[in-house]
């Protein structure tokens, strides 16, 4: 029988994460600070400009090409306000030509940022208990090298996947599968079971990347292909229950994206109104993302390792440099010469 269930690892992790106030405080502040650059980039990329040539007008009113694709950019950083690691937004990146330095400053940054504390957050929650702040950022310093050596694994799989597989999806076998259609619905199924591959795709690169997360912090794993070979093992044992646990956060992230569509405030609302739905917003996102991560080590833990555990020892620190130097005589057994 299994020993973790897909809706109780969720319950858990939605626990542990509320269960967290100082963190959701802490992210909120972090995350506040890194969308700050956006008012800049955005107030020059959505103001409507007329061209000519290669900016041509969309119909009436002035509209250009270049002024609406800054108006879907503004939209899509709209609802990704401060989480730019999505595949949705790694895409927008990937075809948007030329890319707002600003933006690309804020996007690296929070990438950055996220990568950074992905190792502290994971621990907090493996641990299922508050850990010191010294505690935290030791294993966010002990993890964030080698989730870089992870991030250029998965980035390599993420470009194989928009500049080969993709094109080869919707270029080549939608024209090889579509040639002898005669009808527009048949297009449209061919299309929506590409969309449907391509999907998966970016799904098990997701799950696969997050489990040898999981398995790097709590197994205390240095190298990362073995924590990717051992990621894949595990979703390979149990696809279903790891899908299930996914597309449950995931369409907990989505419902949290159709309420702030619905709740945005209109442009005349008044602006303490927008301020406290932006925040709500936010808080509501950060709860999310990190009920994504804490689920997934609850879920882990079930299978595997045990209820609050985790190898990464917490650092002890001595209370003065004087005091770290007794010690290591003390180790070495000699005496501290007394301090004229």
């Given amino acids: 029988m299994p020993r973790a269930t897909v809706l109780g690892a969720f319950l858990e992790g939605w626990r542990r994460v509320l269960g967290a106030p100082a963190v959701t405080a802490s992210l909120l502040a972090a995350t506040w600070f ?5 008012t800049a980039g955005l107030q020059g990329a959505l103001e409507p400009r007329s061209g000519t040539g290669l ?34 937004a790694v895409s927008e990146w990937l075809r948007l030509d030329p890319l707002n330095p600003v933006i690309a400053g804020a996007a690296g940054a929070s ?20 850990i010191r702040t010294a505690a935290f950022f030791a294993a966010c310093g002990v993890f964030f090298v080698r ?28 024209s090889l599968f579509t040639s002898d259609q005669t009808s527009e619905e048949g297009a449209l199924g061919v ?31 240095r190298g990362m292909l073995g924590a990717l070979a051992a990621a894949i093992r595990f979703v390979r044992r149990r696809p279903f229950r790891v899908l299930s646990l996914y597309l449950l956060n995931l369409f907990t992230v989505i419902v949290i994206l159709r309420l702030w569509v619905q709740a945005e405030p209109a442009a005349d609302a008044p602006e303490w109104l927008g301020f406290l739905l932006l925040l709500l917003y936010l808080v509501a996102r950060i709860w999310a993302k990190l009920a994504f991560m804490a689920s997934e080590v609850v879920f882990f833990q079930g299978e595997l390792a045990h209820a609050g555990y985790t190898a990464t020892p917490l650092p002890i620190w001595p209370d003065s440099p004087e005091a770290e130097a007794m010690e290591n005589l003390k180790a070495a057994g000699r005496r501290p010469t007394p301090l004229l």
């Fill in 191 to 221: 299309r929506a079971g590409l969309y449907v591959a391509f999907a998966v795709s970016l799904m098990f690169i997701g799950v696969v990347a997050d489990f040898a997360k999981v398995r790097a912090v709590v197994e205390d794993r």
């Fill in 55 to 88: 900016e041509s007008v969309l119909g009436t009113g002035g509209t250009t090409v270049a002024a609406e694709r800054a108006r879907e950019l503004g939209r899509m950083i709209d609802r990704e306000l401060g989480f730019f690691g999505s595949p949705a």
């Fill in 34 to 38: 890194l969308t700050l650059p956006l």
């Fill in 147 to 174: 989730f870089l050596r992870l991030a250029v694994l998965v980035g390599a799989a993420y470009f194989v996947l928009f500049r080969w597989v993709y094109p080869f999806l919707f270029e080549t076998l939608f």
């Fill in 111 to 130: 990438v950055a940022f996220w990568l950074f504390v992905s190792g502290g957050l994971l621990d907090r929650f493996a641990r299922a208990r508050p």
